[in-house]
């Protein structure tokens, strides 16, 4: 339906497995927002897609969940311009920006200790704050 989208020289999303929908955009534009449809709504099917593995798309589902529908499909809109192309070139270089952020592997957490300086601030801290709430008491007789 569409052309397809090169996210990277080894990543390629087929055209099939993206859906372009023009609708009107909002906000101004005289009466011409009123008769051109230049807002691009750009839906990649996530769930059937074959050009990128398990993790990735699991990953990228994760990025995308409040861009997500019932079907599994991720929904970029733009609106940025007034000119259907550029929105749709627009809406293109999003979704293959957050493509490439899910190509990345998270790094693994490597858990860490605190260092005895920052345990003693922490404690020094308790104890000042201890003190400036004990120090309040007692001020206002309670009837």
Do not use: H, W, Y
């Not at 996210?7 to 609708?23: E, K, Q, R, S």
């Not at 005895?116 to 309040?136: L, Q």
């Amino acid at each position: 339906m569409s052309t397809d989208l090169i996210v990277t020289d080894a990543v390629v999303i087929p055209g099939d497995d993206l859906m372009v929908i023009a609708v009107r955009s909002s906000g101004p534009g005289g009466q011409n927002v009123n008769k051109v449809a230049t807002k691009v709504e750009l839906r990649f099917d996530l769930a059937n897609t074959t050009a990128l593995p398990a993790p990735v798309k699991a990953r990228l589902a994760a990025a995308c969940r409040g861009r997500l529908d019932a079907e599994g499909r991720v929904i970029i809109t733009s609106e940025a311009t007034r000119n259907r192309i550029r929105n749709l070139a627009d809406a293109r270089e999003k979704l293959a920006a957050l493509i490439r952020e899910a190509l990345v592997p998270p790094k693994p957490r490597r858990p860490t200790r605190p260092t005895r300086a920052s345990k003693e601030r922490r404690i020094d801290d308790k104890r000042r704050r201890a003190s400036v709430k004990r120090e309040r008491g007692g001020r206002f007789p309670v009837d």
